[in-house]
């Protein structure tokens, strides 16, 4: 990790920050000078940081240079429809569209997690979260995290080719913490942005609606968002009229991108996914995924 290292010299002119990290670095030397390990202060009981944020940065953000880093195939992510991300099919202007009135609701209502599910199996639910996903990452100014919380049916893995993944089952129930579950995108040519955390869940739990409504659940989400400094988290959830997996989750989102199956999903389904959800839980867009995933695709977007 590079660090922004100021000239030697006078501190007349230093920033705060710059001069909580020289005290630091000072106090590191004068622990190596006393042979202590370099977690010790010099009085006992107090702990010096291993790795101090640079400068600049807050403690909450050093956790994105710590994350795993998952490699960027174009090849792949095409075969698997991530339009996004080379953008060469002009569909992917409609993930933009939706990526703006998205935010510029959240921002207007002051939210910043958001469920996204469909009423049945198939509709396309986790094309739409990572479509959507890498759409947003394109925003510098913007801290995103999209994280499988289909317990039964993970389709992140699958989608982006990957292997061997965490278990999002296992770090909710604080297994393992966020620096080990998460992973982001490897620098690319793509663009896709370095401050979209991903959640790919690598294996299926069968105590998933338990496991939701858990109140450590709450407890290990509230801290990973304080931890990435998350502006926007996208919680990738099982079908709404599958199983109770989404009824047992609907505390921990502010509202719900509901994705639909153009041809394939009845109004009368929609109507209940609303009705289960209830109506102090907002539905904040109807994304319609006109055809089939292995099909050449069309969307379009309702709010």
């Known amino acids: 990790m590079s660090s922004n290292r100021p000239t030697t010299g006078s501190h007349k002119g230093l920033s705060d920050s710059d001069r909580r990290r020289r005290a630091l670095e000072r106090r590191l030397r004068e622990a190596l000078t006393a042979d202590q390990p370099l977690g010790q202060d010099t009085e006992a009981g107090e702990q010096t940081p291993e790795r101090p944020a640079p400068a600049g940065r807050s403690p909450e953000t050093d956790i994105w240079d710590r994350l795993p880093r998952i490699p960027v195939e174009p090849a792949r992510l095409d075969r698997n429809l991530v339009i996004t991300a080379s953008r060469h099919d002009p569909v992917h202007g409609a993930f933009d569209v939706l990526r703006t009135r998205i935010v510029q609701a959240m921002r207007e209502h002051g939210w910043s997690r958001i469920g996204i599910t469909s009423p049945n199996p198939g509709n396309g639910k986790s094309f739409t979260a990572i479509n959507l996903a890498i759409s947003l990452s394109r925003l510098s100014d913007l801290r995103t995290a999209l994280i499988d919380m289909d317990l039964r049916r993970p389709g992140l893995a699958r989608i982006l080719g990957l292997r061997d993944m965490p278990g999002t089952a296992d770090f909710l129930r604080g297994e393992i913490d966020s620096a080990t579950y998460l992973s982001s995108f490897a620098p690319n040519m793509l663009n896709i942005g370095d401050r979209l955390a ?26 990973m968002q304080e931890e990435l400094g998350a502006d926007l988290i996208l919680y990738d959830l099982p079908p709404a009229l599958a199983m109770d997996d989404v009824l047992a989750f609907r505390s921990h989102i502010d509202c719900v991108l509901l994705v639909v199956g153009g041809g394939e999903t009845r109004a009368r389904d929609v109507r209940e996914v609303q009705r289960r959800l209830g109506d102090d ?22 709010g």
Not at 282 to 297: F, Q, R
Request: avoid cysteine; hydrophobic fraction near 35%; aromatic fraction near 6%.
């Open 198 to 223: 991903l959640g790919v869940n690598g294996r299926t739990d069968p105590f998933a609606a338990e496991l939701l409504q858990h109140p450590n659940t709450t407890t290990i989400l509230n801290r």
């Open 281 to 302: 839980l907002p539905i904040l867009g109807v994304v319609m995924n006109k055809a089939e995933v292995d099909e050449e695709p069309g969307y379009g977007y309702g």
